[in-house]
């Protein structure tokens, strides 16, 4: 069972600035053209959710298999943030990217 308030693709700029928020249940074809029209190689993961910041393992598998599907596009997944009321955790910051 998902506790996700909100998952959220963004598209980043080469400074890792947002350019522009998808919703992450929309069509894939969505997000390729935002990566296109915006010219971008970085997208990042935003979830919001109560509860612990700590990475679940569907976080962890979500991340993984994102990062690896992308790769072949020429675009990088530059984070996986989960925000909380307790705190936030980085996928980056922590080494797991």
Do not use: Y
């Amino acid at each position: 069972m998902c506790e996700c308030v909100s998952l959220n693709l963004l598209v980043l700029d080469e400074e890792w600035r947002p350019l522009h928020r998808l919703r992450a249940d929309q069509d894939w074809h969505c997000t390729v053209g935002a990566l296109l029209r915006w010219e971008s190689h970085w997208l990042a993961i935003e979830q919001q959710r109560p509860g612990s910041p700590l990475p679940r393992w569907a976080d962890i598998r979500l991340t993984r298999t994102l990062s690896k599907r992308l790769r072949p596009i020429e675009i990088a997944l530059a984070d996986h943030v989960i925000h909380t009321g307790k705190g936030r955790f980085s996928f980056r910051q922590a080494g797991l990217l």
